[in-house]
């Protein structure tokens, strides 16, 4: 693999080709754009990746201003991201993202497990957070869930995520005025870290059917991802503790 100036890995990406029958098909790689300061963590990163053969790493920036860069040039899928950089932050280079790209889905892969964080992260627009302690495959299985619309969140983040959210200024809303039954229902299973599949299960209804009403939920609570939906609906009491009472707790 070629070298940048910067002695950083010169990417170049495409399509994936396979071979079925003598026949080449190709399907384009889930693109991954990497950004941390530290050396160490971004080899650990692509040797995690590389052999995942939907996904393809794009780029790897070494601060908050790069990364903001590379996406706005780039436009992968996935952007993991760590929480401290230099120049800009995690917080402020996911802001400014969403802001440039929405359609990116943003997973921050940190150290640091402080709620200040992990709710900055959230109202900026961050569709995913995992502890660095997590495993190569956890990754992967990680980026490919926030692509196709599903939250992932730490257990013991969700967990911290409720408890600080039902202290806060509460700002009283009817969920009959706001959601339908069905939707309540749904955002309630979602705010428990049931993932579309256990919903459909849990409800007798297709994945399908569940996508739509999230996106239903998404639009009348004005926000983007499942984990923005958790946090207004406790903000606004459309759901509560008692709602999630199977929740992991520290």
């Known amino acids: 693999m070629s070298k940048r100036a910067d002695g950083l890995p010169k990417y170049a990406h495409g399509p994936i080709i396979t071979s079925d029958s003598g026949t080449l098909n190709?399907?384009?790689?889930?693109?991954?754009?990497?950004?941390?300061?530290?050396?160490?963590?971004?080899?650990?990163?692509?040797?995690?990746?590389?052999?995942?053969?939907?996904m393809e790493i794009v780029a790897e920036a070494t601060d908050g201003?790069?990364?903001?860069?590379?996406?706005?040039?780039?436009?992968?899928?996935?952007?993991?991201?760590?929480?401290?950089?230099?120049?800009?932050?995690?917080?402020g280079a996911t802001r400014k993202i969403k802001e440039i790209a929405p359609d990116i889905a943003i997973l921050i892969l940190t150290a640091y497990d402080d709620d200040e964080y992990v709710l900055g992260l959230l109202d900026a627009g961050?569709?995913?957070?995992?502890?660095?302690?997590?495993?190569?495959?956890?990754?992967?299985?990680?980026?490919?869930?926030?692509?196709?619309?599903?939250?992932?969140?730490h257990p013991k983040i969700i967990?911290?995520?409720?408890?600080?959210?039902?202290?806060?200024?509460?700002?009283?809303?009817?969920?009959?005025?706001?959601?339908?039954?069905r939707e309540s229902e749904i955002l309630k299973l979602v705010a428990m870290g049931m993932s579309n599949k256990q919903?459909?299960?849990?409800?007798?209804?297709?994945?399908?059917?569940?996508?739509?009403?999230?996106?239903?939920?998404?639009?009348?609570?004005?926000?983007?991802?499942?984990?923005?939906?958790?946090?207004?609906?406790?903000?606004w009491r459309l759901v509560t503790l008692e709602n999630t009472e199977d929740m992991p707790q520290d």
């Open 26 to 54: 190709t399907r384009e790689k889930l693109t991954v754009l990497i950004a941390d300061d530290h050396p160490l963590v971004r080899e650990a990163l692509r040797q995690a990746l590389d052999g995942e053969e939907d």
């Open 65 to 91: 201003e790069e990364a903001v860069k590379l996406a706005s040039e780039l436009k992968p899928d996935v952007a993991v991201m760590d929480i401290v950089m230099p120049k800009l932050n995690g917080i």
């Open 126 to 153: 961050a569709a995913g957070y995992l502890l660095k302690s997590a495993r190569g495959s956890d990754l992967a299985g990680a980026i490919r869930a926030i692509k196709s619309g599903e939250s992932v969140l």
């Open 159 to 181: 967990a911290k995520l409720l408890k600080r959210a039902m202290v806060a200024p509460p700002e009283e809303h009817k969920a009959s005025e706001i959601l339908s039954e």
């Open 199 to 235: 919903i459909a299960e849990r409800l007798s209804l297709s994945e399908r059917t569940i996508k739509a009403h999230l996106t239903n939920i998404f639009n009348k609570l004005n926000v983007a991802s499942r984990s923005e939906a958790i946090v207004k609906g406790l903000q």
